[in-house]
């Protein structure tokens, strides 16, 4: 495949790299409508072309944004996930601060991913998901009784972040009281414009309040997915007290920022449909329920920087063949709204069959709490088509704040009435 | 329709038992994939595909009479 990119790529050996990086699409581009994702990543897609971007600190990926593209490269363990590795395409400078504290799953490589993902996936089957869906239930109709006491909220901090954050400390067991401290920290790690510094001390803190947990769940046996696998797997060894931390630091991290910002950017989606909006709240029918949840994953991908990887030996990828050392991106909310693959496209089309979108990953590092996460996301779209069917955004969607800068996007703020 | 499992891969991701429940299962203990009809009916074609297609660790195999992979 000959495009202006490939010539670029031999010339940057030698040319000035200002040159270059003028010509290379910067990554991620400037989104135009906050319903969609950037009109340029889109037009690169339908172009069919493979692009090197330029990235905030000079690095150039390719830019995969097919479906089919993205999934390969997800899936292939030719691509790494360890951000140590020189000329990762780090997504910003706090991404960095992953590699300082403990590792995640998020960062490992097989096998040794999969062996630390095998001491804890009997946690998050489908059917435990399913077992949690009461207790769901609950958090949601609490958040909205109190809602509901008034005439107006903030369907971000009233509703969203209580539910996501409620659900996430009752799975691990942290208390729900230290929910500003954990907030906190996890909002420096995902502002995208911090320091490498200040996301890894927040790191660090989060790290060093959970080993205290971990540690406490040692001592004396503790409900919760912490104090349960303290006492499955400290006493042999199988894991240390900072990995079992990082394992409950992730958890709580892409447990909570996520689904609360799939909360509140889905009703809000839901708002800008609302014969859909009514249908929900009509028809007890698990299928559209569900069949909506799954369109709003694809559709939102709040994800919104891609997914990065770094090529561990040369690979061709659909046609664009990359060399060991080189990053890639996989912009998987590009992806997600291949006509190719999704008929609905550009739509919101709960109606269309969503599955298999990449919202949650693809390969060995798919999302391990999916299935809560469907679950959650089932209760509070279900419930607040069914109580407040009048509900409305308080104000003018120019006045939204949408999360352009931050690592999930979503909302900062949404005021709603009824 | 025949189904086979390369267990050693699955990373627990559960689209196999929200696709075809009567087919796969989660072993409870450490969450990894379980068949349960290893020869589902034909009426079954389209979910046990789609289970394939959508296991992110391509764990699952599904081959025809002919025994080639479908």
Known sequence: ?418 | MKVTLDPERCVGAGHCVLSAGTVFDQDEADGVVLLLDPEPAEDLADAVLEAADLCPARAILVTGADGRPV
């Open chain 1, 1 to 418: 495949m000959t495009d202006p990119t490939t010539d670029l790529t031999t010339a940057s050996q030698t040319a000035a790299p200002t040159t270059v990086r003028s010509a290379d699409p910067h990554y991620p581009m400037d989104r135009q409508c906050p319903f969609a994702p950037p009109r340029e990543a889109t037009a690169i897609r339908d172009a069919g072309t493979v692009p090197r971007v330029t990235l905030w600190n000079g690095v150039r990926p390719w830019l995969f944004t097919r479906f089919d593209d993205a999934r390969t490269i997800l899936a292939d363990p030719r691509f790494s996930a360890d951000k140590s590795r020189p000329g990762y395409p780090l997504s910003s400078a706090v991404a960095l601060a992953e590699t300082a504290v403990e590792p995640t799953l998020l960062i490992m490589d097989n096998p040794q991913h999969d062996a630390v993902r095998r001491l804890v996936l009997g946690e998050f089957t489908v059917k435990r998901a399913e077992g949690w869906r009461p207790a769901v239930r609950a958090v949601v109709d609490g958040c909205l009784d109190r809602m509901l006491r008034g005439t107006e909220a903030d369907l971000v901090a009233d509703l969203a972040l209580p539910v996501a954050l409620t659900v996430i400390c009752e799975f691990l067991g942290v208390p729900f009281e230290d929910r500003e401290l954990f907030r906190g920290l996890t909002h420096t790690m995902n502002v995208v414009a911090g320091t490498t510094e200040s996301a890894a001390a927040a790191r660090q803190a989060l790290q060093d309040y959970l080993e205290e947990l971990v540690a406490a769940g040692e001592r004396e046996p503790r409900d919760g997915f912490i104090g349960r696998m303290a006492a499955r797997h400290l006493p042999d060894g199988t894991m240390t007290r900072p990995q079992l931390a990082a394992m409950a630091l992730l958890l709580l991290t892409a447990g909570h920022d996520t689904t609360a910002n799939m909360i509140s950017l889905g009703v809000l989606t839901l708002l800008r449909h609302p014969g859909h909006f009514a249908a929900l709240g009509a028809d007890d029918d698990p299928e559209l329920l569900a069949g909506t949840v799954e369109e709003m994953l694809r559709h939102l991908t709040v994800v919104q920087r891609g997914i990065r990887r770094i090529a561990t030996e040369d690979v061709t990828v659909g046609d664009r063949f990359v060399r060991a050392g080189e990053g890639v991106v996989a912009a998987i909310n590009v992806a997600n709204r291949d006509p190719g693959r999704f008929p609905a496209g550009e739509e919101f089309d709960p109606a269309a069959r969503a599955h298999g979108h990449l919202a949650f990953g693809y390969g060995p590092h798919q999302c391990m709490g999916q299935a809560l996460a469907r679950v959650e996301l089932q209760e509070v779209y279900a419930a607040v088509a069914r109580r407040i069917p009048t509900l409305r955004t308080a104000v003018p969607v120019e006045e939204i704040r949408f999360k352009s800068d931050m690592a999930v996007y979503g909302v900062h703020a949404l005021p709603v009435t009824w």
